[in-house]
Protein backbone atom coordinates (compact mmCIF):
# COMPACT_ATOMS: atom_id res chain seq x y z
CA UNK A 1 0.00 0.00 0.00
CA UNK A 2 3.42 2.73 0.69
CA UNK A 3 4.77 1.40 -2.70
CA UNK A 4 1.20 2.35 -4.18
CA UNK A 5 0.65 5.94 -2.62
CA UNK A 6 3.99 6.96 -3.29
CA UNK A 7 2.77 5.83 -7.14
CA UNK A 8 0.03 7.53 -6.83
CA UNK A 9 1.81 10.59 -5.32
CA UNK A 10 4.33 10.71 -7.79
CA UNK A 11 1.77 10.65 -10.77
CA UNK A 12 0.19 14.28 -9.19
CA UNK A 13 3.03 15.62 -10.94
CA UNK A 14 2.98 14.30 -14.07
CA UNK A 15 1.96 15.55 -17.26
CA UNK A 16 1.79 18.65 -16.24
CA UNK A 17 0.50 22.22 -18.06
CA UNK A 18 -3.00 22.62 -17.09
CA UNK A 19 -4.52 21.06 -19.86
CA UNK A 20 -7.55 19.08 -20.08
CA UNK A 21 -5.50 16.51 -21.79
CA UNK A 22 -2.61 16.89 -18.91
CA UNK A 23 -5.37 16.00 -15.92
CA UNK A 24 -6.78 13.24 -18.02
CA UNK A 25 -2.94 11.54 -17.99
CA UNK A 26 -2.43 12.58 -14.50
CA UNK A 27 -5.64 10.44 -13.13
CA UNK A 28 -4.65 7.56 -15.87
CA UNK A 29 -1.32 7.33 -13.84
CA UNK A 30 -2.93 7.09 -10.79
CA UNK A 31 -5.90 4.48 -11.94
CA UNK A 32 -2.83 2.33 -13.50
CA UNK A 33 -1.22 2.36 -9.87
CA UNK A 34 -4.05 1.36 -8.58
CA UNK A 35 -5.69 -1.09 -10.96
CA UNK A 36 -8.76 -1.22 -8.71
CA UNK A 37 -10.91 -0.69 -11.96
CA UNK A 38 -9.40 -2.63 -13.95
CA UNK A 39 -12.70 -5.04 -14.44
CA UNK A 40 -14.72 -2.22 -15.12
CA UNK A 41 -15.56 -0.76 -18.89
CA UNK A 42 -13.01 -1.18 -21.57
CA UNK A 43 -11.16 1.88 -20.70
CA UNK A 44 -9.43 0.69 -17.84
CA UNK A 45 -8.45 -2.49 -20.11
CA UNK A 46 -7.17 -0.12 -22.61
CA UNK A 47 -5.53 2.02 -19.79
CA UNK A 48 -3.10 -1.01 -18.90
CA UNK A 49 -1.74 -1.36 -22.00
CA UNK A 50 0.20 1.99 -21.53
CA UNK A 51 2.42 3.30 -18.78
CA UNK A 52 2.75 6.36 -20.33
CA UNK A 53 -0.61 8.85 -22.06
CA UNK A 54 0.45 10.62 -25.04
CA UNK A 55 -2.60 13.48 -26.33
CA UNK A 56 -3.49 10.64 -28.75
CA UNK A 57 -4.09 7.89 -25.95
CA UNK A 58 -5.85 10.34 -23.74
CA UNK A 59 -8.09 11.16 -26.60
CA UNK A 60 -9.05 7.55 -27.55
CA UNK A 61 -9.52 6.58 -23.78
CA UNK A 62 -11.68 9.85 -23.33
CA UNK A 63 -13.79 9.09 -26.24
CA UNK A 64 -13.88 4.94 -25.08
CA UNK A 65 -15.14 6.34 -21.80
CA UNK A 66 -19.12 6.22 -21.91
CA UNK A 67 -19.33 8.12 -18.74
CA UNK A 68 -21.39 5.71 -16.87
CA UNK A 69 -20.14 7.04 -13.53
CA UNK A 70 -19.23 3.51 -11.87
CA UNK A 71 -15.67 3.97 -11.72
CA UNK A 72 -16.37 7.67 -9.55
CA UNK A 73 -17.98 6.07 -7.35
CA UNK A 74 -15.59 2.79 -6.57
CA UNK A 75 -12.74 5.03 -6.57
CA UNK A 76 -10.95 5.53 -3.14
CA UNK A 77 -8.92 8.44 -4.31
CA UNK A 78 -11.82 10.42 -5.82
CA UNK A 79 -12.78 13.70 -3.74
CA UNK A 80 -12.08 14.96 -1.25
CA UNK A 81 -9.21 12.90 -1.60
CA UNK A 82 -6.34 15.05 -2.17
CA UNK A 83 -5.66 13.22 -5.28
CA UNK A 84 -8.90 14.09 -6.34
CA UNK A 85 -9.62 11.33 -9.23
CA UNK A 86 -12.81 12.20 -11.10
CA UNK A 87 -12.22 9.62 -14.56
CA UNK A 88 -15.49 10.63 -16.16
CA UNK A 89 -15.04 13.99 -15.40
CA UNK A 90 -11.56 14.49 -16.80
CA UNK A 91 -12.59 12.43 -19.94
CA UNK A 92 -15.41 14.15 -20.56
CA UNK A 93 -13.61 17.61 -20.65
CA UNK A 94 -10.90 15.96 -22.89
CA UNK A 95 -14.01 14.47 -25.51
CA UNK A 96 -15.30 18.14 -25.94
CA UNK A 97 -11.48 19.41 -26.24
CA UNK A 98 -11.32 16.48 -29.61
CA UNK A 99 -14.82 17.46 -31.01
CA UNK A 100 -13.35 21.15 -31.44
CA UNK A 101 -9.76 20.01 -32.02
CA UNK A 102 -10.73 17.81 -35.36
CA UNK A 103 -14.28 20.05 -36.32
CA UNK A 104 -14.05 21.10 -39.82
CA UNK A 105 -14.65 23.75 -41.05
CA UNK A 106 -11.93 24.44 -38.24
CA UNK A 107 -14.24 27.94 -38.05
CA UNK A 108 -17.26 25.85 -36.55
CA UNK A 109 -14.72 24.46 -33.67
CA UNK A 110 -16.45 26.90 -31.09
CA UNK A 111 -20.11 25.89 -31.83
CA UNK A 112 -19.23 22.92 -29.64
CA UNK A 113 -19.40 25.37 -26.22
CA UNK A 114 -22.48 27.35 -27.46
CA UNK A 115 -24.23 24.77 -28.65
CA UNK A 116 -26.91 24.90 -25.80
CA UNK A 117 -30.61 24.99 -25.63
CA UNK A 118 -30.89 28.40 -26.25
CA UNK A 119 -29.00 28.61 -29.24
CA UNK A 120 -30.72 25.28 -30.86
CA UNK A 121 -34.24 26.37 -29.79
CA UNK A 122 -33.26 29.69 -32.00
CA UNK A 123 -32.22 28.02 -34.85
CA UNK A 124 -35.28 25.66 -35.06
CA UNK A 125 -37.65 28.82 -34.31
CA UNK A 126 -35.33 30.73 -36.61
CA UNK A 127 -35.69 28.26 -39.77
CA UNK A 128 -39.45 27.62 -39.10
CA UNK A 129 -40.22 30.96 -39.05
CA UNK A 130 -38.12 31.26 -42.31
CA UNK A 131 -40.14 28.60 -44.12
CA UNK A 132 -43.27 29.96 -42.17
CA UNK A 133 -42.94 33.41 -44.50
CA UNK A 134 -42.05 31.99 -47.36
CA UNK A 135 -45.39 29.72 -47.15
CA UNK A 136 -47.61 32.82 -46.43
CA UNK A 137 -46.09 34.67 -49.02
CA UNK A 138 -47.13 32.16 -51.89
CA UNK A 139 -50.78 31.91 -50.61
CA UNK A 140 -51.94 31.03 -46.84
CA UNK A 141 -50.47 29.41 -43.39
CA UNK A 142 -54.36 28.56 -43.13
CA UNK A 143 -55.41 26.61 -46.24
CA UNK A 144 -58.03 24.48 -47.33
CA UNK A 145 -57.14 21.14 -46.60
CA UNK A 146 -54.83 19.65 -49.44
CA UNK A 147 -54.98 15.60 -48.17
CA UNK A 148 -51.79 15.54 -46.83
CA UNK A 149 -50.39 16.86 -49.92
CA UNK A 150 -46.52 18.40 -48.41
CA UNK A 151 -45.63 19.16 -51.82
CA UNK A 152 -48.43 21.45 -52.66
CA UNK A 153 -46.45 23.35 -50.00
CA UNK A 154 -42.52 22.77 -51.24
CA UNK A 155 -42.27 20.95 -54.22
CA UNK A 156 -40.26 17.73 -54.01
CA UNK A 157 -36.97 18.71 -55.90
CA UNK A 158 -37.09 22.03 -53.81
CA UNK A 159 -37.34 20.16 -50.25
CA UNK A 160 -34.98 16.89 -51.70
CA UNK A 161 -32.09 19.64 -52.44
CA UNK A 162 -32.54 21.70 -49.16
CA UNK A 163 -32.48 18.83 -46.82
CA UNK A 164 -29.95 16.93 -49.38
CA UNK A 165 -27.37 19.53 -49.00
CA UNK A 166 -27.81 20.22 -44.97
CA UNK A 167 -27.63 16.34 -44.52
CA UNK A 168 -24.65 15.12 -47.00
CA UNK A 169 -22.47 18.58 -45.33
CA UNK A 170 -23.13 17.29 -41.74
CA UNK A 171 -21.95 14.01 -43.14
CA UNK A 172 -19.20 15.72 -44.55
CA UNK A 173 -17.91 17.59 -41.51
CA UNK A 174 -18.55 14.52 -38.87
CA UNK A 175 -16.54 12.49 -41.74
CA UNK A 176 -13.31 14.40 -41.82
CA UNK A 177 -13.31 15.38 -37.94
CA UNK A 178 -13.32 11.10 -37.70
CA UNK A 179 -10.29 10.85 -39.99
CA UNK A 180 -8.68 13.48 -38.15
CA UNK A 181 -9.00 11.49 -34.51
CA UNK A 182 -8.12 8.68 -35.83
CA UNK A 183 -4.82 9.73 -37.65
CA UNK A 184 -3.87 11.32 -34.28
CA UNK A 185 -3.79 7.85 -32.45
CA UNK A 186 -0.39 7.29 -31.43
CA UNK A 187 0.10 3.93 -32.93
CA UNK A 188 -0.33 2.69 -35.96
CA UNK A 189 -3.56 -0.20 -36.87
CA UNK A 190 -2.70 -3.23 -38.36
CA UNK A 191 -5.46 -3.50 -41.34
CA UNK A 192 -5.80 -7.21 -41.40
CA UNK A 193 -6.76 -7.17 -37.43
CA UNK A 194 -9.64 -4.06 -38.02
CA UNK A 195 -11.21 -5.78 -40.83
CA UNK A 196 -12.00 -8.56 -38.34
CA UNK A 197 -12.82 -6.40 -35.76
CA UNK A 198 -15.68 -4.23 -37.24
CA UNK A 199 -18.19 -6.85 -36.01
CA UNK A 200 -17.03 -6.69 -32.94
CA UNK A 201 -17.15 -2.81 -32.26
CA UNK A 202 -19.99 -2.75 -34.46
CA UNK A 203 -22.21 -5.05 -31.47
CA UNK A 204 -20.54 -3.06 -29.20
CA UNK A 205 -22.14 0.29 -30.69
CA UNK A 206 -25.78 -0.84 -31.01
CA UNK A 207 -25.72 -2.59 -27.98
CA UNK A 208 -24.55 -0.16 -26.09
CA UNK A 209 -22.67 -2.73 -24.33
CA UNK A 210 -20.53 -0.58 -21.96
CA UNK A 211 -23.57 1.37 -20.77
CA UNK A 212 -23.62 -1.35 -18.32
CA UNK A 213 -21.15 0.24 -16.35
CA UNK A 214 -18.81 -2.81 -17.31
CA UNK A 215 -20.23 -5.51 -15.16
CA UNK A 216 -23.89 -5.91 -16.41
CA UNK A 217 -25.52 -3.51 -13.73
CA UNK A 218 -26.03 -0.62 -15.21
CA UNK A 219 -24.64 3.07 -14.66
CA UNK A 220 -24.65 5.53 -11.80
CA UNK A 221 -26.75 8.14 -12.21
CA UNK A 222 -28.21 10.35 -9.48
CA UNK A 223 -26.29 8.32 -6.45
CA UNK A 224 -24.00 5.23 -5.96
CA UNK A 225 -27.07 2.67 -7.15
CA UNK A 226 -26.79 0.84 -9.83
CA UNK A 227 -29.50 1.47 -12.95
CA UNK A 228 -30.13 0.37 -16.34
CA UNK A 229 -32.24 3.64 -17.10
CA UNK A 230 -29.85 5.55 -19.12
CA UNK A 231 -29.23 2.27 -21.13
CA UNK A 232 -32.77 1.73 -22.14
CA UNK A 233 -33.05 5.69 -23.10
CA UNK A 234 -30.55 5.50 -25.57
CA UNK A 235 -31.01 2.78 -27.00
CA UNK A 236 -34.80 4.12 -27.51
CA UNK A 237 -33.44 7.23 -29.11
CA UNK A 238 -30.93 5.73 -31.26
CA UNK A 239 -33.35 3.09 -32.82
CA UNK A 240 -35.65 5.75 -32.45
CA UNK A 241 -33.42 8.00 -35.28
CA UNK A 242 -32.81 4.94 -37.16
CA UNK A 243 -36.41 3.87 -37.74
CA UNK A 244 -36.97 7.70 -38.98
CA UNK A 245 -33.76 7.40 -41.34
CA UNK A 246 -35.40 4.24 -43.04
CA UNK A 247 -38.93 5.78 -43.13
CA UNK A 248 -36.86 8.40 -45.06
CA UNK A 249 -35.06 5.83 -46.79
CA UNK A 250 -38.16 3.66 -48.00
CA UNK A 251 -39.67 6.57 -49.22
CA UNK A 252 -37.10 7.71 -50.89
CA UNK A 253 -36.92 5.02 -53.00
CA UNK A 254 -41.03 4.68 -53.22
CA UNK A 255 -40.90 8.38 -55.17
CA UNK A 256 -37.57 7.23 -57.61
CA UNK A 257 -37.48 3.50 -57.63
CA UNK A 258 -41.56 2.73 -58.09
CA UNK A 259 -42.72 5.67 -59.12
CA UNK A 260 -45.21 5.93 -55.60
CA UNK A 261 -45.59 9.92 -54.95
CA UNK A 262 -46.25 10.96 -50.78
CA UNK A 263 -48.60 11.29 -49.36
CA UNK A 264 -48.63 7.50 -48.27
CA UNK A 265 -51.44 5.68 -46.85
CA UNK A 266 -51.33 5.48 -42.46
CA UNK A 267 -50.38 1.97 -43.13
CA UNK A 268 -47.68 1.89 -45.47
CA UNK A 269 -44.38 1.07 -44.65
CA UNK A 270 -42.61 4.98 -44.50
CA UNK A 271 -45.63 5.88 -42.08
CA UNK A 272 -45.39 2.97 -39.55
CA UNK A 273 -41.52 2.77 -39.66
CA UNK A 274 -41.82 6.96 -39.04
CA UNK A 275 -44.41 6.63 -36.32
CA UNK A 276 -42.15 3.52 -34.68
CA UNK A 277 -39.46 5.80 -34.64
CA UNK A 278 -41.49 8.60 -33.86
CA UNK A 279 -42.27 7.23 -30.58
CA UNK A 280 -39.18 6.14 -29.66
CA UNK A 281 -37.69 9.72 -30.07
CA UNK A 282 -40.66 11.01 -28.02
CA UNK A 283 -39.77 8.33 -25.05
CA UNK A 284 -35.90 8.54 -25.37
CA UNK A 285 -34.56 11.91 -25.32
CA UNK A 286 -37.55 12.52 -23.03
CA UNK A 287 -36.17 10.08 -19.91
CA UNK A 288 -32.53 11.22 -21.04
CA UNK A 289 -33.28 14.72 -20.22
CA UNK A 290 -34.79 13.77 -17.19
CA UNK A 291 -31.83 11.37 -16.04
CA UNK A 292 -29.72 14.21 -17.11
CA UNK A 293 -30.84 16.89 -14.57
CA UNK A 294 -30.54 14.29 -11.92
CA UNK A 295 -27.36 13.31 -12.05
CA UNK A 296 -24.70 13.52 -9.93
CA UNK A 297 -22.89 16.47 -9.64
CA UNK A 298 -19.61 15.25 -9.88
CA UNK A 299 -20.60 13.01 -13.29
CA UNK A 300 -19.37 14.73 -16.61
CA UNK A 301 -18.77 17.91 -16.84
CA UNK A 302 -21.47 20.38 -16.29
CA UNK A 303 -20.35 22.90 -18.81
CA UNK A 304 -21.63 20.35 -21.78
CA UNK A 305 -24.81 19.90 -19.78
CA UNK A 306 -26.65 22.83 -22.20
CA UNK A 307 -24.87 21.08 -25.35
CA UNK A 308 -26.10 17.61 -24.30
CA UNK A 309 -29.71 19.38 -23.82
CA UNK A 310 -29.96 20.88 -26.88
CA UNK A 311 -29.51 18.14 -28.80
CA UNK A 312 -31.75 16.09 -26.75
CA UNK A 313 -34.12 19.08 -27.20
CA UNK A 314 -33.69 19.18 -31.34
CA UNK A 315 -34.60 15.14 -31.18
CA UNK A 316 -37.30 15.53 -29.29
CA UNK A 317 -39.17 18.21 -30.80
CA UNK A 318 -38.19 16.45 -34.22
CA UNK A 319 -40.62 13.75 -33.56
CA UNK A 320 -43.30 15.77 -31.16
CA UNK A 321 -43.85 18.13 -34.45
CA UNK A 322 -43.15 14.91 -37.03
CA UNK A 323 -46.09 13.03 -35.15
CA UNK A 324 -48.48 16.13 -35.14
CA UNK A 325 -47.90 16.61 -38.71
CA UNK A 326 -48.76 13.26 -38.98
CA UNK A 327 -51.71 13.70 -37.23
CA UNK A 328 -52.79 17.07 -38.52
CA UNK A 329 -52.02 16.51 -42.12
CA UNK A 330 -55.27 16.54 -43.76
CA UNK A 331 -56.55 19.39 -42.09
CA UNK A 332 -56.34 23.41 -42.56
CA UNK A 333 -53.08 23.51 -39.84
CA UNK A 334 -50.81 21.34 -41.93
CA UNK A 335 -49.03 23.83 -43.84
CA UNK A 336 -48.09 25.58 -40.49
CA UNK A 337 -47.33 22.47 -38.83
CA UNK A 338 -45.11 21.84 -42.10
CA UNK A 339 -42.98 25.00 -41.49
CA UNK A 340 -42.27 24.32 -38.04
CA UNK A 341 -41.37 20.31 -38.39
CA UNK A 342 -38.93 21.40 -41.44
CA UNK A 343 -37.87 24.01 -39.24
CA UNK A 344 -36.94 21.56 -36.47
CA UNK A 345 -35.56 19.20 -38.42
CA UNK A 346 -32.81 21.59 -40.37
CA UNK A 347 -32.37 22.82 -37.37
CA UNK A 348 -31.06 19.12 -36.15
CA UNK A 349 -28.93 18.32 -39.33
CA UNK A 350 -27.32 21.91 -39.22
CA UNK A 351 -25.91 21.70 -35.82
CA UNK A 352 -25.65 17.65 -36.54
CA UNK A 353 -21.78 18.09 -36.75
CA UNK A 354 -21.30 20.57 -34.10
CA UNK A 355 -23.03 19.37 -30.79
CA UNK A 356 -23.82 15.98 -29.15
CA UNK A 357 -24.18 13.57 -32.05
CA UNK A 358 -20.59 13.93 -32.46
CA UNK A 359 -19.80 11.67 -29.51
CA UNK A 360 -21.26 8.55 -31.29
CA UNK A 361 -19.17 9.37 -34.59
CA UNK A 362 -15.91 9.35 -32.04
CA UNK A 363 -17.21 6.70 -29.94
CA UNK A 364 -17.44 4.62 -32.21
CA UNK A 365 -14.08 5.18 -33.64
CA UNK A 366 -12.58 4.64 -30.35
CA UNK A 367 -14.67 1.16 -29.82
CA UNK A 368 -13.30 0.12 -33.06
CA UNK A 369 -9.57 1.17 -31.99
CA UNK A 370 -10.36 -1.20 -28.82
CA UNK A 371 -11.44 -4.36 -30.56
CA UNK A 372 -8.34 -3.94 -32.85
CA UNK A 373 -5.88 -3.77 -29.84
CA UNK A 374 -7.97 -6.58 -28.25
CA UNK A 375 -6.74 -8.84 -30.65
CA UNK A 376 -2.98 -7.64 -30.00
CA UNK A 377 -0.70 -9.28 -27.46
CA UNK A 378 -0.58 -6.68 -24.69
CA UNK A 379 3.23 -6.23 -24.29
CA UNK A 380 3.59 -4.89 -21.15
CA UNK A 381 2.31 -8.28 -19.46
CA UNK A 382 1.67 -6.13 -16.28
CA UNK A 383 0.06 -7.52 -13.42
CA UNK A 384 -2.52 -6.22 -11.04
CA UNK A 385 -1.08 -8.00 -7.99
Same mark, same amino acid.
Given at each position: ??????????????????? *?????????????????????????????????????????? *??? =?????? =??? *????????????????????????????????????????????????????????????????????????????????????????????????????????????????????? /???????????? /???????????????? =??????????? $?? $????????????????????????????????????? &? !??????????????????????????? !?????????????????????????????????????? !??????? &????????????????????????????????????????????
Amino acid at each position: MQQLDQLTRDAVALAGGGS *AESEAARQMQICNACRYCESFCAVFPAMTRRLEFGIGDVHYL *ANL =CHNCGA =CLH *ACQYAPPHEFAVNVPRAMAQVRVKTYEEFAWPAAFAGAYRRNGLAVSTAVALGLALFLAMAIAMSGSLIREPLAGNFYAIFPHNLMAAMFGAVFLFAVLALGIGATRFWRGQTAPVD /RDLAKGSVAEAA /RNVLTLKYLDGGHGDG =CNDANDRFTLW $RR $RMHHFTFYGFMLCFAATSVATIYHYVFGWHAPYDIVS &L !PVLLGTAGGVGLLIGPAGLFWLNIRRH !PLHGDPQQRPMDLGFIGLLFFTSLTGLALLAFRDTSAM !PLLLALH &LGVVLALFALLPYGKFAHAVYRTAALLKYAIERRQPNRLQLSSD
